[in-house]
């Protein structure tokens, strides 16, 4: 196949969905919204074209040309007709012509999925701009209440009882790992709250907390109870109490897809196959064969083509999605466990109703609720603002960044051994699929993204980097300054990896003496200056440069810039010059560097980086003030 080679020029050219770039984030349905694209001005261009789709017909736009003093703005007046409004460019040249849509320039004519889109009466929940979140896999944070830990005599699971072990201690190999208990509870995250304000974060993510048989508590046995070990129901409306005199917010875990074996559903359902319960399932022997997730037998899979378990689940007034978010309990949003598998079984495939369902529900009780699902997987279809605000966004930052950073490895349920590659993934690899996951959803869905480095699912990030602390320190700070939401796991901050017979789940270390603390410090400076710069919560997205061992990307708006220089290699980069013409900076913008302090200016088109070593620099720089001859951002 013959590589076609695209002419430099087309470098110049950028449009995402921040300002200046679309003049309104949020537009009401028959609004109207300026669209605006970068050309260098060394251009070739004739004309350019906004190419539309209003009611699924094309439709060609002129557009109208305004010089600035760095590049030539291209303008055009996009009425939002409709409640998804795709476009794309088409460039008249010199050299022929040629297309821009959300992946970038093409001389093929792109198809309509990598479209801008624009959505119309979307609401976001404005506090998700300035959050940081922090999860806690409840066990393992602190005990609180050792008066709650699970006790031998409490239950039997197949013959097998629980245990709480003191805290940190490796639990004897024999003991099933789900009933190897440390006794975290909600009074222990209670009395932890000032850490947390001190580290800066101001929203938590809580694993779940309702009444279940093991430690991870994804075997729920009752949707309506949080767990007696975790302090109960009172236990968590003292949590949202403490949390609100602290303005921070907090977000529920649940698992719609699957029950516990022990929930009175699935009981009842096994003694009763008459019973409206047994409609929940999909017995194919009843009672002891039925589907279940990913085969394992605690874990029966919920069935919604049953209209009275989608009632109980979101649909009735009391239903479990909107119980939980509201007084007093009032949590700020759910995150929805394996959301990829929610509703789909064989023949069944009615996930997106579902997940439209539990969104209409959602969003009835609590406006500004975050709807968060987990998904390790392409989920664009679920994206694009009928579903979930965001999902754990492991396909769309997280993998492609350890494949960057540790090499390529990919490992799946069944697979027996890992896929491999010997060699360093590229540069290029990296930037390419960072590119398509956030050109296949709307702009104002990619801020919502939850950007994880890991989780209790997944290594931790300190253990992926095998405790290299450039390199977590990169990885925090590409976390901290890509679109969307910054998640933080807990005990990365100080420094906590991977532990034998613990995995991500150790207990976190309280002892001060173990802690990481230049670390500590590096994560704080960070958080604070997340929430305080408006440019890295809501600005646009361009890779500038990529490299065999770096990668450069800017966030943008109308007054500043960040560049983030990122590179992964053992052997500096050489102090060289950095092009940054074509991301419409002009000479003499003076950029800082967050950590340093060291003042770099803008000459000839091009940054003076100093050499730069393994790690990443986060540089930031005002826009000159004064305004180009069509009025808009230089």
């Known amino acids: 196949m013959t590589q076609f080679y695209l002419p430099e020029w087309l470098k110049t050219i950028h449009h995402d969905g921040a300002t200046p770039f679309v003049s309104v984030l949020h537009p009401k349905l028959n609004e109207t919204v300026q669209i605006r694209l970068r050309v260098g001005l060394a251009a070739p261009v004739r004309r350019v074209f906004l ?82 979140f922090y999860q806690i896999f409840p066990d393992r944070f602190h005990n609180g209440d050792p008066r709650l830990n699970p006790q031998p005599s409490e239950f039997e699971f197949r013959g097998q009882q629980p245990h709480t072990y003191a805290w940190g201690e490796p639990a004897p190999k024999e003991q099933p790992f789900p009933l190897v208990f440390y006794g975290g509870d909600l009074p222990g995250i209670g009395q932890k709250l000032d850490y947390l304000q001190a580290l800066g974060v101001n929203a938590l993510y809580l694993n779940p907390v309702f009444t279940a048989y093991s430690n991870h508590k994804y075997d729920v ?89 989608r009632r109980r689940i979101y649909q009735g007034d009391t239903a479990v999605f909107r119980r939980w978010l509201s007084p007093p309990f009032a949590a700020d949003g759910w995150r929805v466990d394996v959301a990829n598998m929610l509703g789909r079984q064989g023949a069944s495939q009615i996930g997106p109703e579902i997940a439209q369902g539990i969104r209409q529900a959602v969003k009835q009780t609590r406006p500004d609720a975050y709807l968060m699902g987990e998904n390790f997987f392409d989920a664009t279809d679920q994206l694009q603002g009928e579903q979930w605000d965001g999902v754990m966004n492991y396909s769309g930052l997280t993998n492609p960044l350890w494949y960057w950073l540790a090499g390529y490895t990919q490992g799946a349920h069944g697979l027996n051994g890992r896929i491999q590659s010997l060699q360093a993934w590229p540069t290029a690899a990296l930037a390419a699929t960072w590119q398509q996951h956030l050109a296949a959803i709307p702009w104002v869905i990619a801020l919502q993204q939850y950007n994880v480095l890991d989780s209790h699912d997944v290594p931790r990030i300190r253990s992926i980097v095998q405790g290299n602390d450039a390199l977590h320190r990169l990885a925090v700070i590409i976390q901290f300054t890509f679109p969307g939401i910054p998640g933080l796991y807990y005990g990365d901050e100080i420094g906590m990896m991977d532990e034998d017979g613990f995995g991500p789940r150790g207990c976190m270390v309280w002892d001060e003496a173990a802690w990481n603390h230049e670390l500590l410090a590096f994560y704080k400076q960070l958080i604070a200056l997340r929430k305080e710069t408006a440019v890295l919560q809501t600005g646009g997205f361009q890779i500038l440069a990529i490299e065999q061992d770096t990668i450069v990307y800017q966030r943008t708006n109308e007054t500043a810039c960040s560049l ?21 900076i002009t000479d003499g913008t003076q950029f800082t560097e967050v950590f340093t302090g060291q003042k770099l200016i803008v000459t000839q088109g091009t940054l003076p980086l100093p050499k730069q070593t393994q790690g990443a620099t986060l540089w930031l720089a005002k826009r000159k003030s004064k305004a180009s001859k069509s009025g808009l951002a230089p």
């Open 51 to 132: 190419r539309i789709s209003p009611d699924g017909e094309q439709a060609f736009m002129p557009m109208s040309q305004h010089p600035g003093d760095s590049a030539n703005w291209w303008l055009a007046e996009l009425p939002i007709s409709q409640p998804t409004v795709h476009y794309r460019f088409v460039l008249e040249a010199e050299d022929g012509v040629w297309f821009y849509s959300a992946v970038g320039p093409t001389a093929h004519i792109p198809l309509d999925n990598t479209d801008f889109r624009i959505l119309a009466d979307y609401d976001a929940p404005d506090w998700l701009q300035t959050a940081v």
């Open 564 to 584: 983030v220089v990122a590179h992964r290699g053992e052997q500096p980069r050489p102090a060289e010059p950095l092009p940054v013409a074509h991301g419409g």
């Open 221 to 309: 046995a009752d949707y309506e109870q949080v767990d007696p070990h975790f302090g109960g129901n009172d236990a968590l409306i003292a949590l949202r109490q403490a949390l609100t005199e602290r303005n921070m917010r907090y977000l529920l875990d649940i698992v719609p897809n699957h029950c516990g074996y022990w929930h009175s559903w699935f009981q009842t359902a096994r003694q009763d196959a008459t019973a409206p319960e047994a409609d929940f399932f999909t017995f194919t022997n009843h009672p002891d064969d039925y589907h279940s997730w990913l085969g394992v037998w605690t874990l029966p899979k919920l069935d919604y083509r049953s209209a009275e378990l």
